[in-house]
């Protein structure tokens, strides 16, 4: 019997148990990689297809997003609104995201009509035409976007911490320009779409309640693809970074506020100093409660809020740190964010801190496999990245051990004032 009288007990996340449901994993006729987790209450799933068709594969600057977004805008047998029309119909969802390396298409729908659902898919990964009247749409558009977004400090901030790291050359620096949308054809287009879609590599992962015949039904439409079975070797992209570190840029003379972006660049998730970075930065400045936090948004009043992150690529990342901050006191942010990593360097990190960051980042992980989407989603982070299962397991076990003298060996490795490129648009 249960005593309502009587609360259960309170345990810290970071004594919880936690482990990563094992996926099932098969392999349709053409070879094509599939990773499914059968899990939920609800009937309904989702289906994600991520080909190796991100920017850093593209020759036309701004080419591997506009062929992405226009999947969706016309085959023979449908125009754009058709296609809409009918993912609407039947209550699904269909998106397309494109990154720096790879680009994916996702179907969220009810189990009950992914009959009907995956032939329209599929013939959107095969028989994309790019109309032209679409395309020119495509480009007032985003030129339009373009224009509005220059206006904001923390957009151009975004795009020229970026620039500074990497370089303009390179897939992580580069930016979108009125010059690049004029230059997109649909030859080029069509070009890209076969190369990297059509006849692509490709990886699919789905989750949720799934049909006893998935893989049947997956292998009708995906199966018989031309896709190509071994992955595509990663192109060669030279590193030009910024000579000088210093950057600032009035983007606004009147402006009353201005963009703080301070980075660095920093190993992959493959490095073995990764797990313990994301422990340090979550102490840094990863979440609510962290030092940057305290310090500049409830003491200092400079900010309604200031982050650290670590920037995921498949190559190489980097460790940012952003925020908006009133113009007059935008120098003195800077300083007090260098004044924190000093701390880091120098001081004892309290036992009780050091406790919170642990109960923090243990109950992200539990709330990120919460639900078959969110187990899926982290399996395909590990797929994508070339990452083992254990990376799950050794990450947990950094952030119950990790030990403040460790820290503080991380913090003087990385953390240092003269590595990170700092930059204020106003």
């Known amino acids: 019997m249960t005593f309502r009288s009587t609360p259960p007990p309170i345990k810290d996340p970071a004594d919880l148990h936690l482990e990563l449901r094992p996926c099932q994993r098969f392999s349709l006729d053409n070879g094509l990689q599939v990773y499914a987790i059968d899990a939920g209450a609800e009937e309904v ?3 994600d297809i991520v080909f190796q068709a991100g920017n850093s594969y593209e020759e036309k600057n701004g080419l ?3 062929v992405n977004f226009l999947l969706k805008n016309g085959t023979p047998s449908r125009s754009a609104f058709e296609i809409n029309e009918f993912f609407d119909y039947h209550g699904a969802y269909l998106n397309r995201n494109c990154h720096n390396e790879t680009a994916d298409v996702v179907l969220h729908c009810l189990n009950k009509h992914l009959p009907e659902l995956l032939p329209v898919m599929c013939e959107l990964l095969t028989e994309a035409e790019f109309p032209a009247q679409e395309l020119d749409i495509y480009r007032q558009n985003m030129k339009q976007r373009l224009d509005v977004n220059l206006q904001k400090c923390d957009f151009v901030a975004n795009r020229l911490i970026d620039e500074y790291l990497w370089g303009f050359a390179h897939p992580y620096g580069r930016y979108s320009t009125h010059e690049s949308y004029d230059a997109l054809d649909r030859n080029a287009l069509r070009v890209f779409y076969n190369k990297h879609y059509a006849c692509g590599h490709a990886t699919l ?12 039904q997956l292998n009708r439409s995906f199966g018989q693809l031309p896709l190509q079975r071994k992955p595509l070797a990663p ?3 030279p590193t030009r970074r910024a000579s000088e570190r210093r950057h600032r840029i009035i983007n606004q003379p009147d402006g009353v506020q201005g963009a703080i972006r301070m980075g660095r660049s920093f190993p992959n998730r493959h490095h073995p100093d990764y ?4 422990v340090l930065n979550a102490l840094f400045g990863g979440f609510f409660g962290s030092r940057l936090m305290e310090n500049i948004r409830e003491d200092k009043g400079y900010t309604y809020g200031i982050y650290s992150f670590l920037q995921h690529h498949l190559t190489e990342s980097a460790w940012m740190v952003s925020t908006e901050a009133g113009r007059e006191v935008c120098e003195a942010t800077i300083e007090e964010v260098y004044r924190e990593m000093h701390r880091l360097r120098e001081e004892e990190i309290p036992t009780d801190e050091l406790q919170m960051v642990r109960n ?5 992980l539990l709330g990120e496999l919460d639900g078959p989407f969110q187990i899926i989603g982290r399996w395909k982070n590990l797929v994508l990245n070339g990452l083992d299962e254990g990376f799950f397991t050794r990450t947990i076990e950094t952030i119950r051990s990790i030990s403040d003298v460790e820290l503080k060996t991380l913090a003087n490795r990385y953390l240092q004032e003269e590595t990170f490129y700092e930059l204020l648009v106003i």
């Open 64 to 66: 591997a997003p506009a």
């Open 275 to 278: 797990p313990g970075a994301m």
């Open 205 to 216: 992962f789905v989750a949720g309640l799934l049909p006893k015949d998935i893989e049947a």
């Open 360 to 364: 923090y980042l243990m109950g992200t």
């Open 45 to 47: 799933l989702q289906v």
């Open 235 to 237: 192109a060669a992209h």
